[in-house]
């Protein structure tokens, strides 16, 4: 990896211990909104929905369901109202595959996102959820159409190509993963995931010297994006790298002292 394209804007704390930090990849996230703390009583919100429009009360129904205001049979409910009255609309099908993947349902999910491509094949959001649940339930073979799918219908979009970055990681097919973190970070050069995930696999493929530049890409992203826990675990990478002869003393003192000024900036004065 080229170190000019690594050259990104940081700031933000911490310091390292000795040991070295495990070389496990960032995982793909389930990407699920957790239940409303105090849910408001189902009866209260369906009475509210009684004067709506059918606009509005679509509206509300779907943004019910979308921030999971209504976990186990009251969101049940809640769906099988939206699938009673927007049984074409692919929106309600999307919200309902990630609520569904919420409540612990990755196949009532895939059967909800596999609706929506139905309805609107060109909607890259859903042909890529049926690959992070087919991820999740371990089934990669059956994850990779789905996928590239989505990556076709949007090539630019960054998070898909981290899902085909770490799909193909998964499968042991290194060259292909690394290929697709690369044009990740080509469409986002702040993609902390797919540089930090790069600095993965090249430690496994004894490359150490790319390894520490990808961490470094990592922890400026990382910086840049203000995950500094993040950036914390990549300059811990480059530590161990150096310690093990890796010269990347410069690219340390740089994520050190960016994490030392943001740090200092979150402190109360």
């Known amino acids: 990896m080229k170190r000019a394209a690594i050259l990104l804007a940081c700031l933000a704390g911490c310091a390292s211990p000795a040991i070295d930090p495990p070389r496990d990849p960032i995982p793909l996230s389930a990407d699920v909104t957790a239940p409303a703390a105090k849910p408001v009583a189902i009866a209260a919100f369906l009475a509210s929905l009684k004067p709506m429009d059918k606009a509005d009360r679509r509206a509300a129904l779907l943004a019910a369901v979308t921030s999971h205001q209504f976990p186990g049979d009251d969101g049940r409910l809640i769906n099988g109202t939206l699938l009673a009255e927007y049984a074409n609309d692919p929106d309600i099908h999307m919200a309902i595959a990630t609520w569904r993947l919420a409540e612990g349902d990755p196949a009532g999910a895939l059967a909800a996102a596999k609706r929506a491509s139905a309805l609107d094949p060109k909607r890259g959001a859903a042909w890529f959820l049926q690959g992070r649940v087919l991820i999740l339930q371990r089934s990669y073979a059956s994850a990779e159409p789905p996928i590239l799918k989505a990556v076709a219908l ?63 890409g990592a922890g400026l992203a990382y910086l840049k994006t203000g995950d500094t826990a993040r950036a ?38």
């Not at 990681?169 to 986002?188: F, N, P, S, T, V």
């Not at 430690?203 to 010297?209: E, I, Q, V, W």
């Not at 340390?252 to 740090?263: E, G, K």
């Open 154 to 216: 949007e090539p630019g979009n960054a998070r898909y190509l981290n899902g085909l970055g770490a799909l193909n990681a998964l499968r042991g097919a290194r060259d292909r993963a690394l290929a697709a973190y690369r044009m990740a970070i080509d469409a986002d050069s702040a993609d902390g995931f797919a540089w930090y995930n790069s600095g993965v696999l090249y430690l496994g493929a004894n490359r150490p010297r790319d390894a520490a530049d990808a961490f470094y």
């Open 232 to 269: 914390e675990d990549a300059a811990r990478q480059l530590e161990a790298l150096s310690r093990q002869g890796v010269r990347c003393d410069a690219d340390i003192a740089i994520l050190r002292n960016a994490l030392t000024q943001s740090s200092a900036a979150r402190s109360p004065s």
